[in-house]
């Protein structure tokens, strides 16, 4: 087996080729492109493996080499210190640490969902930045209200009959303020119908609707939380239990204990954020819909405070998703059985 070590980039490609016993038999840079990669793997000794940093550029050059590689493996950048922790860095050295820690089997693996569930995955981020961009443009629109004085109902302001009729009959709205708030609001309807869109055709995706309809019979999960679920977590059976689901949510503390002392700190960075901000979102209103995790908010609230109650419902929401999943069995609340210890 000969052990391929990658050093990708927006343009280049930097890679070395060393066997078992660490000889390197090639090593150079190569254009990022597709064409250059084919004639690259023609002169590859084979069989051969290849392992690459996750990055942005990851998915399509993995998807692409799979096909002829034995293995095609990414490692996780925060794990790879080897890298980052060097005297000497340049790209061909990091290729051959890559290398290096393949064949030694020390690379730090990270999970790459598989080809459909990334194409989803990337609509379902759109649409979230949709979302984001319609918030900045109600934002924009009270704004500069505020700014020129004009009174307004912040409760009506983004109904399309209240905000035409505040154009037309307040006399406040100064003439040079309306061309922009027209703009503005044409901006956000047209922001609204594509996210709605987007939303629409992966909550009826023939791939994702079967499992998405079993997470939703959980009281407090909807159509967003359960595709965020199912998109960013790929293929349930990797979590060996819920410990490490709420650790990849980020819904947990970092730990570092040494001599026999142990800190826990805040929410670790390390985690899935696009997870981490739906399942909080979700815990602040799933207790309206859900009567056991509205014991467990007020529970939880008592011991400490709104944000700890909130992380604990956010844990068992993961609890509740994970067994669902697992189970590929619509969500049924276990009865406490009378005299039960």
């Known amino acids: ?67 002829q590689a034995a293995a095609v ?43 459909e569930m990334r194409e989803r995955r990337r609509v379902l981020r759109y649409r979230n930045l949709l979302v984001r961009q319609a918030v900045q443009l109600k934002n924009k629109t009270a704004g500069l209200l505020m700014e020129t004085g004009v009174t307004y109902n912040k409760q009506k302001l983004h109904q399309a009959g209240y905000f035409g009729q505040l154009l037309a009959t307040n006399d406040e709205v100064e003439e040079r303020l309306r061309p922009l708030l027209r703009l503005n609001r044409e901006m956000l309807v047209r922001v609204e119908r594509s996210e709605r869109a987007l939303l629409r055709a992966l909550k009826h995706d023939h791939l994702l609707v079967e499992r998405v309809q079993r997470l939703m019979s959980i009281p407090g999960i909807g159509p967003v939380t359960a595709l965020s679920w199912v998109l960013e977590i790929g293929e349930v059976k990797r979590f060996s239990s819920v410990d490490k689901a709420v650790s990849y949510c980020g819904l ?45 908010y007020v529970r939880e609230k008592a011991k400490s405070n709104s944000n700890c109650a909130t992380l604990e419902v956010a844990r068992r929401l993961v609890a509740y998703l994970l067994a669902v999943d697992r189970r590929q069995q619509p969500f049924v609340l276990a009865q406490k059985e009378a005299g039960a210890a």
């Open 1 to 67: 087996m000969y052990y391929v070590g990658l050093d990708i980039h927006k343009k280049t490609v930097s890679y070395c080729v060393k066997d078992a016993a660490g000889t390197v038999h090639g090593e150079g840079t190569i254009a990022a492109t597709r064409d250059a990669l084919d004639d690259w793997m023609k002169a590859l000794p084979q069989p051969w493996t290849a392992a690459m940093e996750a990055t942005i550029f990851t998915g399509w050059i993995y998807d692409h080499l799979a096909p």
């Open 252 to 296: 947990c503390g970092d730990e570092s204990s040494s001599a026999g002392v142990a800190q826990r700190t805040p929410l670790s960075k390390q985690r899935n954020r696009h997870l981490q901000t739906v399942l909080v979102e979700a815990a602040k209103l799933a207790p309206r819909w859900n009567p056991p995790l509205a014991e467990i």
């Open 73 to 115: 493996k990414a490692a996780h950048p925060l794990m790879l210190r080897v890298i980052a922790a060097a005297k000497k860095k340049n790209d061909q050295i990091d290729a051959r640490k890559i290398a290096d820690c393949l064949r030694c089997d020390f690379l730090p693996e990270c999970y790459i969902a598989p080809k």
